[in-house]
């Protein structure tokens, strides 16, 4: 049995110094042993990774989440482009778009229909922005982001929770990776305006429901009118805990409180939401478009 039955490889210093050839092949041998038990272990670590990322949306969600509605001018150059009740707004500028919210993964096809319909294009989004990092306004963020090249905006205290799939959500963590991680290209802080076109929002914390939920106040003009906009997410709860028994947010309390103090200070005409349900759009009760329009009083 020479070293080649024996499984060693042979290169030319085995011939050119048969004396040693052994002792090199034996090297060799162990070299490859070496390379082989190596990328094993890489492929393995891949392997869990891959497992780790793997998106799983909760599948006990309202049908109205995914059903489809017709999209329409809101005001202006603002436009609804969302689903039946999760809210996802497109303002339009002439130099690219701004889209807030994206709805459930599967939204995406459904939103880019949503878009081409009002005569835009998905291809113009310059800027995503969402009002909180849960997976029904999130699903879609990371595809749309690689389909554009628009850069993503976000309240620096769900910057966390939006690059790592959601896991690290005081409540919705549990449930492990429920949305498509997105890279934040620029976090905001209380106050921030995002500007684009002449368009100027302003980013206001409303933490609670998430660590970074948060509103947008901005100026429309639609004709001779100029109309204050208020993109609100409103600070429902959603754990069964108390408060103090959620260690992974000590100041959550805190939060709420700060939030509807804050809500309660905004001035503006026209108010929207995360989710359409909160502002009756799609409920025979509800009002047209532009009866979503109200002077809200200070106080």
């Known amino acids: 049995m020479d070293a080649t039955d024996a499984g060693y490889e042979i290169d030319v210093r085995c011939i050119l110094y048969p004396n040693k050839a052994l002792n090199c092949c034996q090297t060799i041998h162990d ?50 482009v969302g689903t039946y009740d999760l809210s996802c707004y497109l303002i339009t500028t002439p130099e690219g778009n701004i889209l807030i919210n994206t709805g459930l993964a599967a939204s995406a096809s459904t939103m880019q229909d949503a878009i081409e319909a009002l005569g835009f294009k998905l291809a113009d989004t310059k800027i995503l922005l969402t009002t909180q990092a849960h997976y029904d306004h999130t699903g879609a963020l990371a595809e749309i982001k690689q389909q554009t090249g628009a850069k993503m905006l976000a309240n620096a205290a769900d910057v966390a929770a939006l690059e790592d799939g959601g896991t690290s959500d005081y409540e919705l963590g549990k449930y492990g990776v429920t949305f498509k991680p997105v890279k934040v290209d620029r ?104 009866g979503l329009c109200r002077k809200h009083q200070q106080g």
């Open 31 to 80: 070299m490859n042993i070496h390379k082989y038990f190596t990328l094993t272990i890489i492929l393995f670590i891949l392997t869990l990774s891959s497992f780790a990322q793997q998106v799983k949306e909760p599948k006990d969600i309202s049908p109205q989440w995914s059903q489809t509605y017709k999209p329409f001018k809101i005001v202006g150059n603002l436009y609804y």
């Open 187 to 290: 976090q905001l802080h209380d106050g921030d305006t995002i500007s684009l076109g002449g368009m100027n929002l302003i980013m206001f914390h409303h933490p609670g429901h998430t660590k970074g939920s948060c509103s947008y106040l901005f100026d429309v003009q639609d004709g001779n009118k100029t109309y204050r906009v208020a993109i609100v997410n409103l600070p429902s709860i959603i754990t069964d805990r108390k408060f103090t028994d959620i260690p992974a947010y000590p100041a959550i309390a805190k939060d709420y409180a700060y939030t509807f103090e804050s809500l309660k200070k905004l001035e503006f005409d026209l108010w929207l939401s995360s989710h359409a349900s909160q502002f009756n759009l799609g409920s025979p009760q509800s009002l047209p478009p532009r």
